[in-house]
């Protein structure tokens, strides 16, 4: 790791291979083995790389605590079921998606190139990252991909007066000719869990309108949010139903957990949602009408046109070719933290 050059020691820089190293070493010193390690390191330093800092290296604590404590099986295999032509299933078996999703990857591919759709249902799985590192490879594959996850009971349904849905995110990749996939990835809280905790750590507080209090007062309060209080769904009953539609297909069409139906008393330290995903994959190959790549390039030109100056993952993008050039920032008490991981 070579330190910053910017007088006062603020941070170092790293490259994005030592960096998943590094976080798989973390993750095999307490129980994965090296194979769920890597995916999940790779998963936390693609966050860390495009400035996804609320899903990046931040999470490791909570990787390694549901570790620990046995609350995720860091060494778990997952099953795939082939259910039909255009549906796969996995039982991630108490480990983490992204394996899971890793294993149906191939199967689902071929299935979208054949049938023009796929659908992957996973169950008994543990997400706590990002949602948009699971649909980009797709778009870069030439497929439309869409995927829900559910997480943990943490934000109150509109009209109601308690915490039942989780931050419930929806992500969504398109390739485009020659360019980068266009991808958003949204929690339908009004802001992310992730961004609560780092604004509670940074002794920051949140914006108006977004959370209530254990009592169900509104507050700008992280800590709260957390002890006790939820988050709201974004745009009032809106957010809700999108909230709702994600519990669906992310844990009631897999199999998986509601939000609110784990227990996670038993297991001091337990951070990840034990739930499911939902992934569509669209083959646009097998579109009718005007070619779809065409139709995208189109719409682009037209918003930008229209006065649109970003489009959605441009940041991202930003960010990861200046950290290819420049290696990642890891500050001064995040590179302590990982140390400290490191060390057990």
Request: glycine residues 12%; aromatic residues 6%; charged residues 20%.
């Amino acid at each position: 790791m070579q330190q910053a050059h910017t007088g006062a020691r603020t941070g170092d820089r790293i490259a994005f291979d030592p960096l998943v190293e590094l976080l798989t070493a973390i993750l095999v010193r307490h129980g994965a083995n090296r194979h769920v390690a890597g995916i999940i390191a790779r998963n936390c330093a693609m966050c860390e790389r495009d400035g996804c800092t609320s899903h990046g290296i931040f999470r490791m604590a909570g990787y390694v605590s549901s570790l620990d404590c046995g609350w995720v099986d860091g060494t778990a295999v997952p099953v795939i079921e082939d259910a039909a032509p255009a549906y796969c299933r996995v039982d991630a078996k108490n480990g983490f998606a992204q394996p899971a999703l890793e294993l149906a990857r191939k199967t689902a591919v071929e299935k979208a190139r054949h049938t023009g759709l796929a659908a992957i249902a996973i169950r008994g799985s543990h997400h706590l990252s990002a949602l948009w590192p699971d649909v980009e490879p797709f778009a870069g594959d030439g497929l439309i991909a869409f995927s829900v996850v559910n997480s943990f009971r943490c934000t109150v349904p509109h009209g109601g007066d308690s915490p039942l849905f989780g931050t419930n995110p929806v992500a969504f990749a398109v390739p485009r000719q020659g360019e980068e996939p266009l991808v958003f990835d949204m929690a339908t809280s009004a802001i992310p869990n992730g961004d609560v905790q780092i604004a509670a750590r940074a002794g920051q507080q949140l914006p108006g309108g977004v959370a209530v209090d254990a009592n169900g007062a509104p507050t700008t309060d992280p800590d709260a949010v957390l002890n006790g209080g939820a988050l709201l769904t974004f745009g009032g009953h809106k957010g809700s139903a999108l909230s709702m539609m994600v519990e669906l297909l992310a844990a009631g069409l897999t199999g998986g957990h509601f939000s609110h139906e784990f227990d996670w008393s038993g297991h001091d330290g337990a951070q990840t949602p034990h739930t499911g995903q939902f992934v569509l994959l669209i083959d646009p190959q097998h579109a009718g009408g005007r070619p779809f790549g065409d139709r995208v390039e189109t719409l682009i030109k037209d918003m930008r046109f229209a006065g649109v100056q970003r489009l959605p993952a441009d940041r991202r993008y930003r960010n990861r070719r200046r950290a290819e050039q420049q290696g990642i920032h890891i500050g001064v008490e995040e590179r302590a933290r990982l140390d400290a991981l490191l060390e057990g």
